[in-house]
């Protein structure tokens, strides 16, 4: 009779929960530095349950609030290196057009983190972006270095080079405990590890995980519903020369936050979203009531008939992912209030893929209490009044 497996034990510099694109990447610079990592994920890889799936997302220099806009040229740096070190390609650049009424603020600040470009006329945005309509009192903001990520292929790369430099990946592995102390143990469904520092990268599932640390952090996971939209004329937006990214930001007749890539995962179909989505569990996220109508069908609808009115207005395909978002839409990353040697990297809001890079070296450079290579201000938990909860 064979001996009932034994769990696994072992002992590391480092864990990290959690193989979405920002636990890879803080993995991947632990890994970098010569820790030995171990990175820790619920499903077997690859999976479509969290918030890093799918074939693309947006890259830009844009970005109304300072801080990020000073960590891009950091991020595309690193996205660069990631390409040379797993020798595959994972960006095109596009450019990004941002649409909005002239001088809007947000749409100003935006201008300010790209050193002050000039807007786009009409006429001009026709020329990048045919079929392009823009009304009365509106103006177009052009982001040369805005482009595509191609996701799966980065989060598969990241992974790659983490283990290339010694690192361990266990998939199909669920976390079920983490015991804190100076050397932290974490058990999980299949082991039990321990590490003197641990960093929790859970997307959705963060608030579950650390709540038994007695942390309630305001993390809100949102169903996000993907639409892919078919040209009505087979050939207008999806060949011939790069067509740009775009976002919208609050024009006359659509709402802000409404966003577009390039036909990119299935020909022909332009991929176009609203970046609100509706409160979930993120194990129930499948379970809209029956029946229910697509929220923001109608919405996309419109936008398309007054803006882009080459695309049919009903879509071709629809697929969903998660958004964690926080009360104030910036990242949580910080340590545990109470155990310093436990780092948290959440709250990404619907707009961390592009900086993942940089946010996995900021968590490990928090992890290994380095002086951090950009301000951390904007991102401390303890800018939410009242999380810690009573005393373990
Ligand atoms: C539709 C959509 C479009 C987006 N577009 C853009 C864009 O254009 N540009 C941009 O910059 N960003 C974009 N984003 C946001 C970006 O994709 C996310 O910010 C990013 O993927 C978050 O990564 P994460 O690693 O925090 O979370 P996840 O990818 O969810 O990773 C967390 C991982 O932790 C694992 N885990 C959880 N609990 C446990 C446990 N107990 N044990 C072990 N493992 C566990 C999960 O299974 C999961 O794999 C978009 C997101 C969506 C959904």
Redesign the pocket.
């Known amino acids: 009779m064979a001996a009932p497996s034994q769990p696994q034990q072992a002992t590391y510099d480092a864990i990290v929960?959690?193989?979405?694109?920002?636990?890879?990447?803080t993995a991947y610079h632990l890994a970098q530095r010569h820790r030995n990592t171990l990175l820790?994920?619920?499903?077997i890889?690859p999976?479509s349950?969290?918030?890093?799936?799918?074939q693309?997302?947006?890259?830009?220099s844009a970005y109304p609030q300072g801080h990020y806009a000073r960590m891009m040229p950091d991020s595309f740096r690193s996205w660069q290196r990631l390409e040379a070190e797993a020798g595959t390609s994972l960006y095109r650049r596009t450019g990004l057009v941002l649409l909005g009424p002239a001088g809007d603020l947000e749409l100003e600040g935006c201008r300010r983190s790209l050193g002050g470009v000039e807007d786009l006329d009409a006429t001009t945005l026709a020329q990048r972006f045919p079929g392009f309509r823009l009304h009365a009192g509106e103006v177009a903001v052009w982001d040369g270095t805005g482009g595509?990520?191609f996701?799966d292929r980065a989060?598969r790369a990241v992974q790659d080079v983490f283990r290339r430099h010694g690192g361990t990946l266990r998939d199909g592995?669920?976390?079920?405990r983490i015991e804190p102390g100076a050397v932290l143990t974490v058990t999980?469904t299949a082991g039990v590890y321990r590490a003197p520092r641990l960093i929790i990268?859970?997307?959705?599932?963060?608030g579950?995980?650390v709540a038994p640390l007695g942390l309630r952090l305001p993390l809100q996971p949102l169903r996000?519903?993907?639409y892919y939209w078919r040209e009505k004329e087979p050939g207008t937006l999806s060949t011939g020369r790069t067509r740009p990214?775009f976002m919208t930001l609050g024009l006359s007749q659509a709402p802000h936050s409404i966003?577009g890539?390039p036909a990119l995962e299935y020909p022909g179909l332009v991929k176009l979203?609203y970046?609100h989505?509706s409160p979930t569990d993120?194990d129930k996220r499948d379970l809209a009531p029956s029946g229910a109508p697509h929220p923001n069908i109608a919405l996309l609808s419109s936008f398309i008939k007054s803006y882009l009115p080459m695309l049919e207005p009903q879509p071709a395909v629809v697929?969903?992912?998660?958004?964690?978002n926080t009360p104030d839409g910036d990242f949580i990353l910080d340590r545990h209030p109470k155990f310093s040697n436990i780092i948290i990297?959440?709250?990404?809001?619907?707009?961390?893929?592009?900086?993942?890079p940089v946010?996995g070296k900021l968590l490990c450079e928090l992890s290994l209490s380095e002086e951090p290579s950009h301000s951390m201000a904007p991102f401390a938990i303890t800018r939410f009044p009242g999380v810690l909860q009573a005393a373990l």
Request: hydrophobic share 40%; charged share 10%.
């Open positions: 929960i959690g193989a979405g694109i920002q636990g890879s990447f820790l994920e619920q499903f890889l999976h349950r969290g918030s890093s799936h799918g693309s997302r947006i890259t830009r595509v990520l996701a989060l592995e669920k976390v079920l999980t990268t859970a997307g959705p599932w963060t579950a995980l996000i519903d993907v990214c966003y890539l979203c970046h989505g993120p697929e969903t992912c998660l958004y964690t990297g959440a709250g990404f809001s619907g707009h961390g893929f592009k900086l993942a946010v």
